[in-house]
Structures are given as C-alpha cells and as structure tokens.
C-alpha cells in the first residue's frame, strides 16, 4: 500500500510540476543576440586583410 501511494505521489507531482513548465508565457522566447562589434575568427582576418588593400569588405 505504501508502495503504490509513494509511486502515485511522486509521478503526480511531476506531472504537476511539466504541466506548471508547460503553461509558461516566457518557454520558448528568448530575446535575440547583440550583434558583435568586431568580428572574431576567420572574419577578423579576412576584414582586416581586406582593409589594408582598400578593398570593400563582405558587410
């Protein structure tokens, strides 16, 4: 007997807890990412190259 309420008590109240997750207004929106002011990486390099020859960069 204990068994059983222990199992129907614990699966109850997760069940609670995905239906309470699942109600959220803010689940699946997150706010975008600022945009980097310098490139990092190979674009770093390639716009850095590009500026000593004069040439027009990619963005």
Do not use: C, V, Y
Request: net charge negative; glycine share 6%; proline share 10%.
């Amino acid at each position: 007997m204990i068994d059983n309420f222990s199992i129907a008590l614990s699966h109850g109240l997760l069940l609670l807890a995905f239906w309470l997750l699942t109600r959220r207004e803010d689940l699946d929106r997150e706010p975008p990412p600022e945009p980097d002011a310098e490139p990092q990486g190979f674009g770093a390099a390639r716009r850095k190259h590009a500026n000593r020859k004069g040439a027009p960069t990619d963005a």
